[in-house]
């Protein structure tokens, strides 16, 4: 049986940094949504394990058992053939190899194997992705709650081509307890109201991200006509959203013809 699985980027919308456990872990408050691009993934079942990675953001992804989709399905239990069609930029803040081993654990469940162990031993952003819905997530990412009402939304996705450790961009963040977000969060009538609220939140991990690759400044700078910019996750990928597929074709057509070299994508934001 051949399954179909497709892994979607997953963008913070927020991320606040609220604490530092004694392993090292960080506890964040984060509003996590995801878009309608990705990697794309094929599963068959058979008595060997093996992998193949194509696509234009194969290179240097590994093929062996250290690759986390092939740890996703050993967790599982499940000998199958993968093969994964890379689209995401790696070591980019929006999820790639969490979003593609939540997809194998996804696809594993559909034929009847389930995880065998915690999956955050996988990663700690591996439990968010598994569902495609906006999420509030909590703890170190792994206390999760759906969240509705979100407005329909466009998102312009920017990464500069730049690898950021997500470890480093830990250490270099100065505070390590800072506010969550509100306990209850609001209604948004508007995409406006949603971006208005959203500017008054934080990703606490851009400023020390941006020690690290100064670029990210420039990124966050293309993105002037969003009605919200911000970085995603440990970056260096950054988002744009804006009220219509219009607009946000219009800015992607842009910063694309200035920055030949970077990854640009329009996205829709995924209401689940
Ligand atoms: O769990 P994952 O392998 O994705 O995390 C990569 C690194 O990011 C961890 O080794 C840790 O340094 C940092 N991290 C953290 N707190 C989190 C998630 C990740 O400190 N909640």
Known sequence: M????????????????????????HLLDSLVVFVDVGDQLRLTQSDQMSLDVMGPYADGVPTDASNLVWRAAALCGLAAGIVLDKHLPNAAGIGGGSADAAAIIRGAKQLGYHPQKPITSLGADVPVCLSSEPQRMAGIGDRLKPVGGLPDLWAVLVNPGVGVPTPAVFSALKSKSNTPMADALPLWKTANEFCSWLGDQRNDLEAPAIGIQPIIADVLHTLFDASLARMSGSGATCFGLYPSRQASAVAAARIKANNPGWWISEARVLKG
């Open 2 to 25: 051949k399954i179909e699985i497709f892994a979607p980027a997953k963008v913070n919308l927020t991320l606040h940094v609220t604490g530092l456990r004694e392993d090292g872990y």
